[in-house]
């Protein structure tokens, strides 16, 4: 029964639009290497993302036996669960420890280094929001953080 739900999850990334995800960062996924920008974020870092804001375009299940360069990880490998926001070119993954029975979290994609801006050629000129210097993506967030 589990192998049918992870199968049918797998499925549904790829009709949900895999296809958004930043093509570098989903062939590391599908050679369960560790996707690029990979690191780890605190709970609180988690509790202000996108994760609580956004339904994310693109989400799976992997199991992750290498580094970002195909070496072995030490040890063994980590199971995650993972979610794409392709308006964001970020990605977040919750990862399983089994033996310590708890979970962490961790982001991968762009390092957003946001800016505020009040005008955007897509948006107008009356915008208040955040857009990032490296990948341009403009977040809007809750004005109360
Ligand atoms: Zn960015």
Same mark, same amino acid.
């Given at each position: 029964?589990?192998?049918?739900?992870?199968?049918? =999850? !797998?499925? %549904?990334? !790829?009709?949900?639009?895999?296809?958004? =995800?930043?093509? @570098?960062?989903?062939?590391?996924? !599908?050679?369960?290497?560790?996707?690029?920008?990979?690191?780890? *974020?605190? $709970? #609180? /870092?988690?509790?202000?993302? !996108? +994760? +609580?804001?956004? @339904?994310?375009? =693109?989400?799976?299940?992997?199991?992750?036996? #290498?580094?970002?360069?195909?070496?072995?990880?030490?040890? /063994?490998? *980590?199971?995650?669960?993972?979610?794409?926001?392709?308006?964001? $070119?970020?990605?977040?993954?919750? &990862?399983? %420890? +089994?033996?310590?029975?708890?979970?962490?979290?961790? $982001? +991968?994609?762009?390092?957003? /280094?946001? @800016?505020? *801006?009040?005008?955007?050629?897509?948006?107008?000129?009356? *915008?208040?929001?955040? /857009?990032?210097? &490296?990948?341009?993506?403009?977040? &809007?967030?809750? $004005?109360?953080?």
């Amino acid at each position: 029964m589990l192998a049918r739900v992870l199968d049918y =999850v !797998e499925l %549904d990334a !790829e009709m949900m639009g895999a296809g958004t =995800v930043v093509p @570098e960062i989903l062939a590391a996924l !599908e050679d369960q290497r560790l996707p690029l920008g990979w690191r780890e *974020i605190t $709970e #609180k /870092q988690l509790a202000q993302s !996108e +994760f +609580f804001h956004m @339904e994310p375009s =693109v989400q799976g299940h992997a199991q992750l036996w #290498k580094d970002q360069d195909g070496n072995p990880l030490d040890g /063994q490998a *980590i199971t995650i669960s993972w979610y794409w926001w392709s308006c964001g $070119e970020t990605g977040i993954a919750l &990862v399983s %420890d +089994f033996h310590a029975g708890r979970v962490l979290a961790y $982001e +991968f994609g762009c390092d957003h /280094q946001m @800016e505020h *801006i009040t005008s955007h050629p897509r948006y107008g000129s009356q *915008i208040s929001a955040d /857009q990032c210097r &490296v990948c341009g993506c403009v977040s &809007v967030r809750p $004005e109360s953080r």
